[in-house]
């Protein structure tokens, strides 16, 4: 049961990444499911975990230069 729920949610998720709503947190939930009995999944998960960290760690730096930007923008305006 728990492998078939956790198949379906990745696939539905995987149809649903282009579409607006929650694709990608149905596949990783689906890919957590499986990692409980298939190595290929534990491993994909631990990677996709990994980007996750790294895309969110370059979005935090980003718009914390974008925000020190503005913040210098307006001293230069006063």
């Known amino acids: 049961m728990t492998i078939?729920?956790?198949a379906a949610l990745v696939v539905v998720g995987i149809v649903m990444i282009?579409?607006?709503?929650?694709?990608?947190?149905?596949v990783l939930?689906?890919?957590?499911?499986?990692?409980?009995?298939?190595p290929w999944a534990k491993q994909m998960l631990r990677s996709v975990?990994?980007?996750v960290v790294a895309?969110?760690?370059?979005?935090r730096k980003y718009l914390r230069a974008r925000r020190l930007a503005k913040?210098?923008?307006?001293?230069?305006?006063?």
């Open 4 to 6: 078939t729920a956790g």
């Open 18 to 26: 282009p579409l607006p709503g929650p694709g990608m947190l149905l």
């Open 29 to 38: 939930v689906g890919l957590a499911m499986l990692a409980k009995y298939y």
């Open 49 to 51: 975990k990994r980007k």
């Open 55 to 59: 895309a969110t760690k370059s979005l």
């Open 71 to 78: 913040i210098r923008e307006r001293r230069e305006k006063e």
